[in-house]
């Protein structure tokens, strides 16, 4: 085992042990919560695909890790191209082509294409195309009289790929992850981390290792459709945040002396920053109010700034009143 992930290892067995009083033997897993010796991996929050995010990591077992990553993490790591920017090398990329599988279209219908990397064979087109910055040829598959005569026509390039399944799984994951990082067992072992570790990610683990990719993604589309609610994309905020990974800032969910039902962590992906909803389950009132929140069509939620410092929550007395629309996210 490598000595900085035997060192994390060790920390949270003290950690373990102090809220438990017995140390667990191999590794209590804050998704499966089960003890057993098996492979453990240096699990990275957010996933290093994406360039200017944090590279911070936790201890995990790598049969979860590697599923997760699998079956959501490369699907997601595909918000990261702007369509503006990255349109030729969509294109003429092989790895990017596979990822969005773009097309060509003419007038709505699809024509065949290939990366030329020698002469076009006569009874195909040419076509000169901008990768990025770099001209690349394309051969259309069609004659070089269908194309003049198909020049006046609407010409458009399609790139369609769903990606927030793929979205929601993983931000989820980086969220109970970010927590469990920050507060070690005193969240896993609580009822908010059985939930969002056991319950969601845990459990969808259970039913779909070892299933084939398009089996398991069709069954995340229900399975993940009850949590849908959970995840949002930040459509404005102070640009000084770099999640709560990094500067420990979150919202704390409460109405005036009402217990706090809720906490907003913050991922933050290269330049986008996204919230998700980790609720804590402490008393009825909080649990009732997060299922109810998932389910209904409220989406106005009172909140109070705060961060962890040292080793205790501050949390400010003002509260601020935000919007967080359900729609779009999963479905529509």
């Known amino acids: 085992m490598h000595a900085k992930l035997r060192s994390k290892l060790e920390r949270f067995k003290s950690d373990y042990k ?3 009083g017995t140390s667990f033997s191999h590794f209590c897993c804050p998704v499966l919560f089960n003890d057993e010796d098996v492979e453990l991996c240096k699990a990275h929050i957010v996933n290093l695909a994406f360039p200017n995010s944090s590279r911070a990591w936790t201890v995990q077992r790598k049969d979860v ?5 699998r079956m959501f ?38 024509v065949e294409f290939f990366v030329a990397r020698d002469t076009v064979p006569h009874n195909f087109t040419p076509l000169i195309f901008d990768g990025d910055g770099t001209e690349v040829q394309l051969g259309l598959k069609i004659s070089p009289q ?32 970010t927590l469990f990082e920050m507060l070690g067992y005193r969240y896993a072992l609580s009822a908010a981390g059985h939930f ?18 398009t089996e398991v993604l069709q069954d995340a589309l229900s399975f993940f459709r009850e949590f849908a609610a959970m995840v949002r994309p930040v459509e404005s905020s102070r640009t000084s945040m770099k999640g709560t990974l990094v500067d420990r800032q ?29 609720p804590t389950l402490n008393e009825p ?19 109070s700034p ?27």
């Open 18 to 20: 102090h809220l438990r």
């Open 65 to 69: 890790d590697s599923f997760y990553g």
């Open 73 to 110: 993490e490369d699907d997601f790591g595909a918000i990261q191209y702007n369509e503006d920017r990255n349109l030729g090398k969509t294109v003429t990329d092989k790895k990017l082509a596979r990822k969005f599988e773009p097309k060509i279209l003419v007038d709505g219908q699809p």
């Open 146 to 177: 269908d194309m003049l005569a198909a020049v006046e026509k609407n010409w458009q390039i399609a790139i369609d790929k769903d990606v927030r399944v793929a979205t929601a799984a993983s931000l989820i994951k980086a969220a109970h992850l």
């Open 196 to 213: 969002v570790g056991r319950e969601v990610l845990g459990e969808f683990f259970l039913r779909n290792r070892g299933r084939q990719k």
């Open 250 to 278: 979150l919202l704390f969910c409460k109405e005036d002396r009402a217990p706090i039902w809720a906490y907003i962590v913050f991922v933050k992906i290269s330049e986008s920053l996204h919230a998700v909803m980790i």
């Open 285 to 303: 009132y909080s649990a009732s109010k997060f299922i109810r929140f998932l389910r209904d069509e409220n989406e106005a939620i009172t909140a």
């Open 306 to 332: 705060g961060s962890f410092e040292q080793d205790h929550w501050a949390i400010q007395k003002q509260s601020i009143q935000l919007s967080w629309p359900k729609t779009g996210i999963l479905y529509p």
